[in-house]
């Protein structure tokens, strides 16, 4: 198995282990031919599912396992008992350099303490963010931080926006992509002093490679108002949660409108071919995948109740940071940074 080509799986993480991370794995190698996938999990459970899979003979290494981490797991007590678990041993694998990425929809918790205690940071950078693409207007926006980390200082949303910046840039193929702050309005008096200090920075600094264009609310995330929003960990998560649950609603109540006559059936059957599209467009297994940026390796969380489409998703994520050498680029990004000269943004950085 070629390095330059491997991805780490947890075969065990998930709603769902292991069976929707080897349908998961078949979906994206038919996507991607090359990738050779690192299996991580119980051999008795996994072999019988590839077995099935005749096009993943050659494709696919198990490496057996018999303990996992649970979703009740605390994140503490996985790091120290859970140290031979198919999510730790994964991680273990890109750190080793045997595999470039790693992906899991266990618990976040735990995969975030293992990466970050594995991996570590990257020289520059103080905690990982999430970073997600979310569907807009305009096409996609990179959005972070989606949980990570509930409370924030200004060199925190700095190195986000560079990290985001970066992202954006290597997914999404924007040479100088747009950043916006998330606050409660757009005038620049408003907000927490952590938003205000990060936006002195921001303006001021040197090397940015992108566009800082200030403040943005809730509803620019809809509007793509920018390439990338950045934010807390509690806001981000929030907004998450509030978006998939509008996208729930609406599609209720559609299907409830169309189910009300005879005339809405006949409705629905004209306009079936464009609700078709719509509902693809915001099907939320093309979005499935929130890496964590700032570590010294790939690591890619699905969400824990996917299907095999979403889980392949975030292996097709995994795969194009690991093409795009994301980790290299952040390093460069983080070296070429200058904060400004101000008094107040070289303490709210320090």
Aim: hydrophobic share 45%.
């Amino acid at each position: 198995m070629t390095t330059a080509l491997t991805i780490a799986l947890d075969g065990m993480g998930g709603d769902r282990a292991p069976d929707i991370v080897v349908a998961g794995a078949l979906e994206a190698h038919a996507r991607f031919p090359d990738v050779r996938f690192l299996l991580f999990g119980d051999q008795n459970r996994l072999q019988p599912l590839v077995e099935k899979m005749p096009r993943l003979a050659g494709a696919v290494e198990i490496r057996h396992t018999s303990e996992k981490v649970g979703a009740e797991d605390r994140p503490s007590q996985a790091l120290r008992h859970a140290r031979q678990s198919s999510m730790r041993l994964a991680i273990d694998a890109v750190a080793a350099g045997e595999a470039l990425g790693v992906v899991s929809a266990g618990n976040t918790g735990a995969l975030m303490a293992m990466a970050k205690f594995v991996l570590k940071t990257l020289p520059g950078i103080e905690r990982p963010a999430i970073a997600s693409l979310l569907p807009t207007m305009h096409g996609e926006t990179v959005v972070l931080d989606l949980g990570a980390n509930i409370e924030c200082s200004a060199s925190n949303l700095v190195q986000f926006a560079i990290m985001g910046a970066n992202f954006a840039n290597k997914v999404l193929g924007r040479p100088r992509p747009t950043v916006g702050l998330m606050n409660v309005g757009v005038e620049e008096l408003k907000g927490n002093e952590a938003v205000r200090s990060a936006a002195d920075i921001l303006r001021s600094a040197r090397g940015r490679g992108f566009e800082f264009i200030g403040f943005v609310e809730g509803d620019d995330i809809g509007k793509g108002t920018v390439d990338v929003v950045v934010t807390d960990g509690f806001t981000g998560n929030v907004a998450l949660k509030t978006i998939e649950g509008t996208a729930r609603l609406l599609t209720t109540f559609l299907s409830e409108a169309f189910r009300r006559s005879l005339f809405s059936r006949l409705g629905y059957l004209l306009a079936r071919p464009a609700l078709t599209a719509l509902k693809a467009q915001f099907d939320p297994r093309q979005y499935n995948g929130g890496v964590m940026l700032g570590l010294n390796g790939i690591v890619v969380k699905s969400h824990g109740g996917t299907d095999a489409t979403g889980f392949a998703a975030a292996i097709a994520l995994a795969v194009d940071l690991a093409a795009e050498n994301i980790t290299e680029a952040l390093i460069a990004n983080f070296k070429r940074f200058q904060p400004g000269a101000t008094v107040e943004a070289k303490a709210a950085l320090s």
